[in-house]
């Protein structure tokens, strides 16, 4: 398995511009976590999946943040409009179970200028 | 996260002296006790782990010891190496928040050879 696959690496944009982030988890894994790290405020999780179904998403930090997952094999995390506090490493991570290991993707480096 | 504090934020060691990292949690049900480390961009990796059952683990030169009833957990790393230096996260799992992992702020550590 290639393990967890973000899309895209880094993405600039400019301030009010929908920005995208993607991960493919690892296969079978049923769990499915957004992580954004800063220097001010760490590894904060943003949203988690239970074989696609969003469990819990009180780490959302506005209305301009949405994930979603179609399927087992995808999902999306959105911002719309981008302000530039947004600008964060966010990563994707999936688990087999609740309280098992995550395993990281690469992460996606988002600047908003 | 404010549940679990981790202390030191900054480590520096020479080369072969031991490292040890605390952290504290708030929740008496707290059960999985996992450490990440992330080298400089790149993405967090578990190194160990610990479950409320046992009070220690040991994996060649890294180990967790578990106190549930002062409610603290270390990491220790003995004869440190170059590629040691990196940041640690330790995470503990919050009931209070549906059992979602919740993570220290990280300690910086640097190995000097």
């Known amino acids: 398995d290639a393990g967890v696959i973000q899309s895209p690496r880094h993405e600039v944009t400019e301030m009010g511009q929908e920005v995208t982030l993607r991960c493919k988890p690892i296969?079978?894994?049923?769990?499915l976590f957004w992580y954004r790290q800063t220097m001010m405020r760490g590894l904060e999780l943003l949203i988690y999946f239970n074989n696609n179904v969003p469990i819990d998403d009180s780490g959302m930090p506005e209305d301009r943040f949405s994930a979603k997952m179609p399927n087992a094999s995808f999902s999306t995390l959105k911002i719309q409009p981008s302000e530039p506090r947004d600008s964060a490493v966010y990563f994707c991570?999936?688990?087999?179970?609740?309280?098992?290991?995550?395993?990281f993707g690469s992460g996606t480096q988002l600047s908003v200028l | 996260g404010e549940n679990v504090e981790q202390h030191p934020s900054t480590l520096s060691v020479q080369e072969g002296d031991s490292a040890v990292i605390k952290c504290t949690y708030s929740d008496s049900a707290s059960n999985y006790f996992p450490w990440y480390k992330q080298e400089l961009g790149k993405r967090p990796q578990l190194i160990i782990d610990?479950?409320?059952?046992?009070g220690e683990k040991k994996d060649q030169r890294i180990a967790v010891t578990l106190n549930k009833t002062a409610k603290h957990f270390s990491l220790h790393i003995t004869e440190t190496q170059p590629e040691d230096s990196a940041v640690y996260f330790c995470?503990?799992?919050?009931?209070?928040?549906?059992?979602?992992?919740?993570f220290g702020a990280g300690t910086i550590l640097r190995v000097k050879s």
């Open positions: 995470a503990a799992t919050i009931m209070e928040y549906g059992n979602k992992l919740v």
């Open positions: 991570a999936s688990a087999p179970g609740r309280s098992e290991k995550l395993f």
């Open positions: 296969s079978g894994h049923d769990y």
């Open positions: 610990i479950r409320s059952n046992v």
